[in-house]
């Protein structure tokens, strides 16, 4: 199972940037498949993660209203679309692969794959 993640950069605050998350070695319509960050100093954290039945989604209260991550099941990707970026959203984004359900949809341990992270730098 390979995950690779793309899309980051700089962005201006209050700006937009969509990553993609390209998923291979699995039938991604049968795994849940979450975005997480990890800025420097401080702990990997869930950004956006669907839960096992795919009734709902978790957002980081820190997100909500502001990022949107989608799929593409024929095309084996994930996206996650940020608006009105901030300065403090600035951290390496990775996709990663949850197997089984979980009741705690966004915790990082429940992950079996990561994908090598991709860079998202908020300034001025």
């Known amino acids: 199972v390979q995950l690779q993640a793309s899309g980051g950069g700089l962005v201006h605050p209050g700006g937009s940037l969509a990553l993609s998350c390209a998923v291979s070695?699995?039938?991604?319509?049968?795994?849940?498949v979450g975005w997480f960050r990890q800025a420097p100093g401080k702990e990997r954290e869930g950004v956006s993660c669907p839960s096992s039945g795919g009734g709902s989604t978790y957002y980081a209260d820190s997100v909500k209203g502001r990022f949107i991550i989608s799929r593409d099941n024929a095309k084996n990707m994930v996206y996650l679309q940020m608006n009105s970026l901030k300065p403090e959203d600035t951290a390496v984004y990775y996709c990663?692969?949850?197997?089984?359900?979980?009741?705690?949809?966004?915790?990082?341990?429940?992950?079996?794959?990561w994908g090598q992270g991709t860079l998202v730098t908020v300034s001025s």
């Open positions: 990663a692969v949850r197997r089984y359900p979980s009741d705690l949809p966004c915790a990082p341990f429940e992950y079996d794959y």
């Open positions: 070695g699995l039938r991604l319509d049968r795994y849940v």
